[in-house]
């Protein structure tokens, strides 16, 4: 199977996107694993996870499923675009709070050489 990669406004390829339009991938229960994206896109995880994340800054709502399943899909209700922000929120904030030990270093450091 090959996808060609269309473009949207913002130049970025939507793969992914189309792929789960065309796979039925509608809707958190119709959710396709990240492997089997993978493998019938020709891409690594990462080039995956990269692809994905290229396609959301562009726009589009690619939505993960955060239970055992697991898998992509887009969403159909509300609630599942809720539910994708609030997860990826906290993602962001469990990172910002790794990084913080970082800062408070670095600025005692850059204190410390004036």
Known sequence: MSLKRKKTRWGAAVMVTEYLKEHGAEGEENAIAAHVI????GLTGRALTKQIREERVAGNLICARHDNEGGYFMPV???EIL???DMLEHGMNRRRE?????SCFLNGWELSKK
């Open 77 to 79: 209700k509300t609630s």
């Open 38 to 41: 993978a493998k019938n896109l």
């Open 98 to 102: 790794v990084i913080e030990p970082f």
């Open 83 to 85: 539910k994708q922000r």
